[in-house]
């Protein structure tokens, strides 16, 4: 039998484009041959909804999508779709089956994440393991919901939603040997390093259940803060036999799998224990009891739903309904289309009812799309990924969909200054595009931006200078990516000449604004104000301040002209001890590199230099080059005057004693003492009476930072060391000193 896994790239509260991706997905599943396809979790609504979940209209608009819009498609072809389902007068996270144009069943999320970026629990309902009930859902329909089993083809399956999987107690594993393939679907937050841990615990419960083990995520950012990195995950045995591609830049992925009974049928005589003994020919017998789980055969649905002609096979089927095409050597052969093209797609898809969301004939054919076939076989399959080139992949799908689904069409502004965080957030938004644009195409890009202006002016330049890829990539970067340069009097020519050098490599549109007579003007009329001087060192905390927020209005207004998204360019370090400026260079509507330290960052711009990787998006076999200047120069705000030497380090601590007193103190909940023993051990070089000072300005500084950690722009999830407020580390506002951090 070949069955599918989707990842499909939803967004929050777009019933009418989530559904209209899912249908496409079903009809190319069902093209594949496949007699099953599973989604992620709240495939429908998508998982980043927040308090519209509490919303009577909004639940009751996704319950009439699926069975108005998803179930016309669902014939010949098993679907499992996520979806709030409210019923009984609870609400809860949860996976329909969908077969024959019915809902056949509904399973629930029984343990609900509710740390970190997840709250769960605060909207959806917990199910009790082992509890079966018939609900009224979907217009009056009775619906067998909680934990069930279902049989399609000879083959047994069952089905965990994500967190379900990471419990201890797993409501399913008593009826391991029942279960000839068991599907994950997911809404897993992408973190660094992650997905080893995720491709351990998917090989692992296919040991535990005997059977395939598949996987499913969603993709991309839906909402704010949240990135998917949209796996599929096969595995047999204890192993990864497959994983496609994480991370890309399209609408809908899916990867065809075909099962092989013979094998799992194998698998099971190794482990036969008595009370979990199989009937012959692997199917179970009717009236079989296996506690409080459901059974439901989906073979009669289908032989009550097929024309009086038809005549169902005597045997389970084991291979998929349409031919596969020729075997190949690797793992997965892999079909690209990079815009499904809409005469394709008219020859199938049926005309959608629009009693729901009104998803028109025109949603169905627009997306961007690959699939993937996949050969059992058992060679380790894990992906290994070098963690920068992970933390790339992963900021720029989150740039390219927040560019994407937002109102804004100019692109992105950044302040750039020479130093490390503004040059890695350039480099990141060129890499988005050029990734893009290699995907999805020049004018696939501009036309999810909806910015078929540029393409036009492409199509006029063509036949004179704009005719190579290259080329068209360069004008389109310069289009949408605007950097400024705001020099003082402190600026140094170093930091000017790297700013400059890397935009121009790079091809972003490149300013430079003096700003030393806004200075100047502002400190004129504070020293009237105050009746007295302004002087170094005594005033230099309000004289490095305004420099930091005269550089504001200037790149604000640069944003508002170009309709563009401003990016702020700070850090986690800085966040930590609130080494920034509010209303100053913490200005932004977001900040991609909020949740990484400058340690990593530092590491990821020496990375960056030397690396020739073509998914990076530059053409040099040796990096950016540009990048060298800006290693080669001290990490400085650029604020005091020559003579004081100011660097970031000596205002504050060495980077890496910070992102190590951000894992003792703040991830592991240590002691001063018991942070000072392992400082003492991770900086043997650093004497007893420096680090003692470090770590009481870390206490100090990260106490007295809260409120400004609270004001800064929104940055996407990419660590689990997240000191975020809104979706990591908690703080109180107000805080006394005396008593520092409390554990």
Known sequence: MRVSLGALNQTARDLRGNVARIICAIDYARKAGSKVVCFGELSVSSYGCEDEFYSFDFIKRIEKSIVCDILPHCHDIAVFVGAPVYVSGRLYNAMCLLFEKRIVGIQFKKCL????????TRWFSPWSPGVYEVMDYGSGRSIPCGDIFYTLDGWGMALEICEDAWSGERSFQQYASCCDVVFNASASHFSMGKQELREQLVAESSRLFRSYYLYANLAGVDSSRIIYDGSLIAAFQGKVISSTPRLKMLDISLMHIDLDHVLVKNEKLKNIQGGHQRSQGGVWARGESYGLAHHIYLDSLALSSSKPSSKPSSKPSSKPSSKPSSKSSSNMRPKMHSMVSSDSSKASMETVDCEGEEVEQSDLHSFSFDEYVMDVSFQDACQKIDPHLEMFLAITLALFDYLRKSSVSGGYVVSVSGGCDSSVVVCCVVGMMRRAMRQLGVEGFLGVLRREDLWQSICVQKEQNMSSLLSQERYVIGELLTCLYQRSKYSSEATETAALQLCQELGATFHVVDIQPL????????????????VWPEDGLILQNIQARVRSPMIWMMANERSAILLSTGNRSEA??????????????????????KTFLLSWLRWAHHSGCEDLGWKSDEGVAALAQVIAVEPTAELCPVEYDQSDEKDLMPYDVISALERHRLCDKKSKEECLAALRLDFPAISEVLLEIYVEDFDRLWCTSQWKRERLAMGFHLSEMNVDPQSGYRFPVLSPLKDKISY
Do not use: N, Q
């Open 519 to 534: 200075v100047d003007s502002y400190i004129k009329r504070a020293e009237v104000l105050f009746a007295r001087k302004l």
């Open 576 to 597: 930590s001890l609130g080494y920034f400026t509010m209303d100053g260079d913490s200005s932004g509507g977001l900040a991609p590199l909020a949740g990484l330290s």
């Open 113 to 120: 994440a509710y740390s970190g970026v997840h709250y769960e």
